[in-house]
């Protein structure tokens, strides 16, 4: 029985009981109360370019993405920056293979350059992998027993990255979650007087079934086993706490967790256990495959389904999100929330 001293329920002084709904009832309320933001800054937008011209095109299972040539990688960097995102991150897919990769190839150094020179307020990350250049598809080298080389990997890392960020890149990103790398790759870059350089690390990489369309049009798919050896259990939560700590004292400035929507609880954990650090968390391409099916078939609301999507990776605590839906989120107005199209 409630007795005078207890605290008053929320609903108790409306007739109707009603409680939190009260700062829902329009748009202006829901936009001065909402708790996460999301501009157009916290995106980066993934390009692949291709060095053979005739391996443009749409990318199976990504909708509105297509391989580029190099003049398609600045129209598409032109567009991105006039949205304001926050940047592009540019991966390379290169017309031929070898076992040990030298270089990130001509075509790629070039459209690193000329996206500097012809979009140059536009943030410029690349990727730094083996993968797409070897001719076994792995995120490394072997040795002659058969076995990974990590010192000729490492070494390799840390020569692309060189390369890359001579040609104008503005970030790197080592993404073969190989243990050493982000060290290597923060070695070499200072060797080279680029002590400037940040490094976006590949921290928490799931091995996943969910790369599959990024596989394709990276044309980076193994063409041997798997990547269980050096990517995470998706069973593991806390050995990523353990990534994020030795990426950081390898000299990483921004943490990534993919994929994102698959791995939130390791996102919220990690805003909590690291609060200073920078983190990125991609939006990988199954995920974002598997809503674009969905809205094909209309199943989903695309636009809502989207922008709910890139609103629970900032609300889990990404600072920025990497996504095929940077460039679609940002050209469209916010969809307002709790009408049509939610429920
Ligand atoms: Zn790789």
Not at 211 to 222: K, Q
Not at 264 to 274: G, H, M, N, Q, T
Request: proline share 7%.
């Amino acid at each position: 029985m409630a007795c005078e001293n207890d605290p008053p329920t929320p609903f108790a002084s409306s007739p109707f009981g009603m409680g939190p709904m009260r700062l829902r009832r329009s748009p202006a309320l829901r936009r001065l109360v909402r708790q996460t933001n999301l501009l157009p800054r916290h995106l980066v937008q993934p390009l692949f370019v291709v060095e053979d011209a005739t391996l443009a095109g749409p990318i199976d299972g990504l909708r509105d993405q297509r391989r580029l040539t190099v003049d398609q990688a600045v129209e598409a960097g032109v567009r991105a920056q006039r949205l304001g995102l926050g940047g592009v991150l540019l991966f390379g897919v290169p017309a031929n293979k070898t076992p040990h990769p030298e270089t990130s190839g001509d075509f790629l150094l070039k459209a690193i350059a000329r996206l500097r020179a012809e979009v140059p307020e536009l943030l410029l990350i690349t990727d730094v992998c083996l993968c797409p250049y070897t001719e076994h598809g792995h995120c490394c080298v072997y040795g002659g027993d058969g076995s990974p080389d990590l010192e000729a990997t490492r070494r390799a890392y840390g020569r692309l990255a060189v390369e890359q960020a001579g040609a104008g890149a503005q970030m790197v990103a080592p993404s073969g979650m190989i243990d050493g790398t982000v060290g290597a790759v923060r070695g070499a870059l200072d060797a080279a007087g680029m002590v400037h350089m940040p490094i976006m690390a590949y921290s928490v990489k799931h091995a996943s079934g969910l790369y599959g369309p990024f596989r394709g049009a990276a044309n980076s798919t193994p063409g041997f086993g798997d990547r269980r050896w050096h990517q995470m259990d998706p069973a593991n939560a806390r050995e990523a706490l353990a990534e994020i700590e030795l990426d950081l004292a390898q000299g990483a400035d921004i943490v990534m967790v993919k994929p994102a929507v698959h791995a939130l609880d390791v996102i919220a954990s990690a805003r909590r256990d690291f609060p200073r650090a920078t983190i990125a968390a991609y939006h990988v391409s199954g995920e974002f495959s598997m809503l674009s099916a969905a809205a094909e078939r209309r199943w989903v609301d695309w636009p809502t389904a989207l922008h709910e999507t890139l609103y629970a990776i900032r609300r889990a605590g990404a600072d920025i999100v990497i996504t095929y839906g940077a460039i679609d989120w940002a050209s469209r107005p916010e969809p307002e929330q709790n009408c049509s199209g939610t429920t």
